[in-house]
Nanobody, 124 residues
Framework: QVQLAESGGGSVQAGGSLRLSCVVS????????VGWFRQTPGKEREGVAAIDGETGDFTYADSVKGRFTISRDNAKETLYLQMDHLKPEDTAKYFCAVDAAPLDALDSKWWDYWGLGTQVTVRP
């Protein structure tokens, strides 16, 4: 079965950095699109960043462009999100996801497999 496990969340001061990791098993990892999403209470899950599985193209939400970097290590079957210059509004539970071919990279409805999430809190 497909399993995803996030790690690396925590609490940091505004302007600080965190690096999230997601270990994936149960699929041919290198063939799949990978992405990060985040959610706060009472709000819809929003796309943060993704890498297309067919083209390798990167997609970032406007709110994080220039501050966050998504990457993958196919040999380790691991997905990463480097978060720099963090802001209080980045506070959320962050989820990793994989999918064979999501039509809209930042729309959570297209993604089939999800981790349980890791909390990121940015203190003002």
């Amino acid at each position: 079965q497909v399993q995803l496990a996030e790690s690396g969340g925590g609490s940091v001061q505004a302007g600080g950095s965190l690096r999230l990791s997601c270990v994936v098993s149960g699929i041919s990892f290198r063939l799949y699109a990978v992405g990060w999403f985040r959610q706060t209470p009472g709000k819809e899950r929003e796309g943060v960043a993704a890498i297309d599985g067919e083209t390798g193209d990167f997609t970032y939400a406007d709110s994080v462009k220039g501050r966050f970097t998504i990457s993958r290590d196919n040999a380790k079957e691991t997905l990463y999100l480097q978060m720099d210059h963090l802001k209080p509004e980045d506070t959320a539970k962050y989820f990793c996801a994989v999918d064979a071919a999501p039509l809209d990279a930042l729309d959570s409805k297209w993604w089939d497999y999800w981790g349980l999430g890791t909390q990121v809190t940015v203190r003002p």
